[in-house]
């Protein structure tokens, strides 16, 4: 027998995820968790998620978990899980900004908020960086509008434009901007010797690398997931980080528990190059050229919770990316970053400079689109006996 979980499956910018009421699943954790990962068909040893609502690549991986908030600074708290497509986990370390979209969307068509036209402001507490992020929403009759003018790159089409306002990002995982308490770190990484990094943690964690440091130009798109020891090599460096900042003893550990936090970037100076969506991309149309890992595999867009990050990182005099594009964002309101599939702008507020400084708000839009609502079905054998919902 299985039984049905109300739910909504949503795109949120380029990524896509199950959303779930808090007290529609069960209370315990661990029963919780292994209720997720039927719905999405993991593990699969072969990653392709086929038992379930998976896609089989992280950026569809995901779920979303909401709740009305209790603390009235918030109108709703947003758990947000990484589902493993291979193993049997699901990673609550840190946040995805694309699915952040699709929060007050969601809140906003759930009658979760107070709705008011045009525009309904949704603020979110989001649970796994104990952050607040604002959602501007579009509203037409009452529910979330997705229709409009306004462009993302990664997504076909045009949508409804949702403003997005990550309040103090910084140290959001580790509780520091710059974990190491550097803005520069040298790791010695075998078969490497000793590469440069950056270490910022706004949003989530990121590690920023130089493309020349790899051997590459830093526009390479096909390339990373054809080239088993470009992912090896960035993943050695990935992980050394990881024990840098803090968050594990052991490379081994950072590798099987920390999977994707932080994740990690390969960056270039502007350079013109062609998208996925053969399109040219020209060198006088972005500040910098970034390749951001996930889950071991390029992300064929840009993690807004990476863009975060390294549009932070362009602010920051002595930084890699600061190195790389000789000082050529330290004044811009907005870092333009060229990925394989287009370009994602990032407003920055920051106070200060090095180590010390505060970042105060990052600021981007995007699109979402409810895709489906009803119920998925779970094998009744995973809710344990006692069957308890909140």
């Not at 309904?120 to 229709?147: C, F, M, S, W």
């Not at 020349?212 to 090599?233: F, H, K, N």
């Amino acid at each position: 027998m299985q039984r049905r979980l109300p739910a909504v499956y949503m795109r949120g910018g380029t990524s896509k995820a199950v959303f779930f009421h808090d007290n529609h699943l069960p209370r315990d954790p661990a029963i919780r968790d292994r209720v997720i990962l039927a719905a999405f068909g993991s593990p699969d040893p072969n990653r392709r998620q086929v038992d379930g609502m998976g896609g089989a690549i992280s950026s569809t991986s995901k779920v979303a978990i909401i709740s009305r908030a209790k603390d009235p600074e918030y109108d709703v708290v947003y758990n947000f899980g990484q589902v493993s497509i291979d193993r049997p986990s699901i990673d609550y370390k840190g946040n995805c900004g694309n699915i952040s979209s699709a929060v007050g969307p969601f809140a906003v068509d759930e009658g979760l908020v107070n709705v008011e036209e045009p525009v309904t402001t949704v603020r979110i507490h989001q649970k796994n960086t104990d952050t607040l992020i604002v959602a501007e929403v579009p509203v037409k009759d009452g529910r979330y509008n997705e229709e409009g003018a306004y462009v993302i790159s990664g997504v076909p089409g045009t949508g409804g434009k949702i403003a997005l306002h990550f309040s103090e990002p910084g140290g959001a995982v580790t509780g520091k901007l710059f974990p190491t308490g550097n803005v520069i770190d040298s790791l010695d990484v075998p078969g490497l010797g000793s590469i440069r990094c950056t270490v910022i943690d706004a949003a989530n964690p990121l590690v920023l690398v130089a493309a020349r440091d790899l051997g590459l130009t830093g526009i390479e798109i096909g390339e990373i997931d054809s080239r088993a020891d470009i992912r090896e090599q960035l993943e050695a460096i990935r992980s050394r980080a990881t024990v840098i900042m803090g968050c594990a003893a052991t490379v081994e550990e950072a590798s099987l528990s920390w999977p994707t936090v932080p994740r990690i970037a390969f960056v270039s100076a502007p350079r013109p190059y062609t998208d996925l969506n053969g399109t040219q991309i020209d060198a006088s149309k972005i500040d910098l050229v970034a390749r951001v890992i996930s889950m071991g595999m390029l992300h064929k867009a840009f993690a807004v919770t990476s863009a975060i990050p390294a549009a932070g990182a362009a602010r920051v005099e002595g930084t890699i990316v600061d190195e790389i594009i000789g000082h050529g964002a330290l004044e811009k309101e907005f870092i333009r970053l060229g990925h394989p599939g287009g370009v994602i702008e990032v407003g920055v507020e920051l106070k200060g400079q090095g180590v010390g400084c505060k970042y105060s708000k990052a600021m981007l839009g995007r699109t979402a689109r409810r895709l489906m609502e009803g119920y998925v079905l779970v094998p009744e054998k995973h809710f344990g006996k006692n069957n308890e919902t909140h």
